[in-house]
């Protein structure tokens, strides 16, 4: 069901001096939404750039459905891009905008006005094909940049933080949209953003990535749960991470004690970083309490308290909680043996799935 | 708002006396005859006599030339230097020859185009006969050009290297070609660049006279050295300033012609 539609194999990038990718693989399957998310300079608008064809690969091969593309221009790849911002060219209205890919095709001219007209009803744009470009919000020129993109048919999608320029409200609205659409289209979209909210709301599939290379990819539950080391865990979402030592299979050991867990497969007590999310933390009496935290701050973010205390090895804690709590009181701290994620150090995605598959059955 | 007015006040002195008032002068003067009476028989004299209007076709017909040798010099020129890394050093030795007084390089030219000047020795080098080169229209046209491509280049330059590199990239990723490109985003978006080059070029070159006495050897005669003519030697300066006017006029058509368009919304 699932085919390959694009292969990276140990794909290099360098400007002179500065490696921008250090020996990317990875592969992207027809259909799906795909989303790399890294901080800036993390390289993942380079792949963007090395797929779309306006940079070259410095080693490795760039597979597209099956041929080795490194040396096929831009212009003759079956893909389109969304630019960041979005290069609209000012010169044309909306029609001819949209109309630009197949205008250069020499489609008649009846079937390129009943494809524009249909592009933009998809956008919700419907009737605005005669406007001039800065006549429209930066919205709009999102939607137009993403019908011109689609009228050509490409078969992947890629889109360069597309949804970076605009007002939060807005952006959580393309979102949606913007996933819709995929579904809809049945198109691979491949979405570029250093926001990992947005990667987690969307996708299908995340590459998390950190200075030129994948650190971990998977769905975005998985990323989110188990995320491989400290760079992934502190990147997507808020977390706890406390030096621990692993004392034996499913035994846990940090802030001076020992805690049953769901991890296995390392040496005696080695050690470890453990990862608490804030939301799986809940406060309780002390005497009901895994550990004991006195509360340091707290602050009221609309659909929860953001609270910060410390326990007795004066270890920071950030606890997500829906009940404000006292300020500088004791306070038990509670979360269940699931909820605690062991990290190893250098520990590479291969060697942690194989880790995995050793001890579940 | 009082505070910034004030400080134009230099500016203005500058303009109300050097700018403003010559033109109120020229303007009374083309009235004038030679003994200082209310006429229109300046401009009767210009617009009856064959001679002036051949003098102002010679005019835009050179300037046009002039215009059009530029640009084709030009635009690849801004084109390929936009794509250059260190773009703006290239571009400064471009302007650098503007720097040099006018005089001084249409005197070099004489030194090149003379009959015994350096173009002539390379030709009896390989074997011919030295040839007339200063005093033709083509040495005229030549040596104008040189000295006006830097303000063709500038302004087009700059017009390429505002476009958005996106745009480009965006162009190609729409599956068109180099040309298409070209064609399609790059010559229209650099347009209000040719424009500004053409006013740059186009409008000195119609009252050119130093160029067309040195290097053209008064055998092409335009209305700058017309207008020389009857200010130094003839003593003729209402007719003199008519031929201004008519200049200035010619100026404005010009501004007229290359103003920027409207940018087009709705059809």
């Known amino acids: ?361 | 708002m009082k505070n910034r007015l004030f400080y134009f006040i230099p500016y203005s002195l500058w303009l109300i006396l050097f700018v403003g008032a010559p033109i109120i002068l020229m303007l009374g003067e083309s009235f004038l005859s030679v003994s200082h009476h209310f006429t229109f028989a300046n401009y009767q004299d210009f617009l009856g006599s064959g001679t002036y209007l051949r003098m102002m076709f010679n005019s835009v017909w050179y300037a046009f030339l002039i215009t059009l040798i530029t640009l084709i010099v030009s635009f690849p020129t801004a084109l390929f230097l936009s794509n250059l890394k260190y773009k703006q050093f290239w571009l400064l030795l471009i302007i650098l020859p503007t720097w040099i007084n006018l005089l001084l390089k249409t005197y070099a030219f004489i030194g090149l185009l003379s009959k015994d000047g350096s173009i002539n020795h390379f030709i009896e080098l390989l074997g011919f006969a030295p040839q007339q080169l200063l005093f033709t229209d083509a040495s005229f046209i030549l040596v104008a050009a040189y000295i006006e491509i830097p303000f063709m280049i500038l302004p087009i330059f700059n017009s390429i290297n505002e476009i958005d590199r996106s745009l480009i990239n965006a162009s190609y990723d729409l599956g068109a070609t180099k040309w298409q490109t070209f064609r399609r985003v790059i010559l229209p978006l650099s347009a209000d660049g040719i424009r500004a080059g053409i006013q740059a070029v186009f409008i000195p070159s119609l009252s050119l006279f130093m160029i067309t006495r040195l290097i053209g050897g008064n055998r092409v005669i335009t209305l700058g050295t017309a207008i020389e003519e009857h200010f130094l030697v003839t003593q003729n300066w209402g007719l003199g300033s008519t031929i201004g006017v008519v200049l200035i006029i010619a100026m404005i058509i010009t501004m007229a012609l290359t103003r920027e368009r409207k940018k087009r919304g709705r059809k």
Do not use: C
């Not at chain 1, 991890?263 to 550990?291: C, F, I, Q, S, Y």
């Open chain 1, 1 to 361: 069901m699932t085919q390959t539609i694009i292969e990276f194999k140990n794909v290099t990038k360098s400007y002179q001096e500065t490696q921008v990718l250090t020996g990317v693989d990875l592969t992207i399957e027809a259909g799906k939404f795909y989303t790399l998310l890294g901080p800036s300079g993390s390289g993942k608008t380079t792949i963007l750039r090395l797929i779309a064809g306006f940079s070259n690969a410095t080693s490795g091969d760039i597979i597209f459905d099956g041929k080795r593309i490194n040396d096929v221009p831009a212009n003759k790849r079956r893909v389109n891009t969304v630019f960041q911002n979005y290069a609209l060219f000012p010169n044309m209205n909306v029609f001819e905008n949209v109309a630009f890919g197949m205008t250069l095709k020499g489609v008649n001219k009846v079937q390129i006005k009943e494809k524009v007209t249909s592009m933009l009803e998809m956008v919700q744009l419907a009737g605005y094909a005669d406007r001039s470009i800065d006549e429209l919000s930066g919205g709009q020129q999102q939607r137009v940049a993403i019908a011109r993109a689609l009228a050509n048919d490409p078969e992947v999608l890629l889109l360069d933080e597309p949804l970076s320029a605009l007002d939060y409200k807005l952006r959580k609205d393309m979102q949606y949209e913007l996933r819709e659409l995929q579904q809809r289209l049945g198109i691979t979209f491949i979405f570029v953003t250093h926001d990992q909210e947005e990667a987690l709301a969307m996708s299908d599939w995340i590459f998390v990535m950190n200075e030129g290379k994948i650190l971990q990819n998977g769905s975005p539950v998985d990323i989110y749960d188990e995320p491989i080391n400290h760079f992934v865990a502190n990147f997507i979402g808020e977390s706890n991470i406390i030096d621990g030592v692993m004392r034996e299979d499913y035994k846990v050991m940090f802030a001076g004690k020992e805690f049953e867990n769901v991890d296995a497969g390392m040496r005696p007590n080695e050690r470890v970083e453990v990862v608490l999310r804030p939301e799986d933390l809940d406060l309780t009496t002390p005497e009901n309490g895994k550990l004991i935290v006195t509360i340091d701050a707290q602050s009221f973010r609309g659909d929860y308290y953001e609270i910060s205390a410390h326990d007795d090895d004066n270890n920071e804690w950030r606890i997500q909680a829906t009940n404000p709590s006292v300020l500088n009181s004791r306070q038990g701290l509670t979360f269940d043996p699931e909820d605690i994620h062991i990290m190893r150090f250098d520990e590479s995605e291969d060697d942690y799935d194989a880790r995995l598959d050793n001890y579940e059955e």
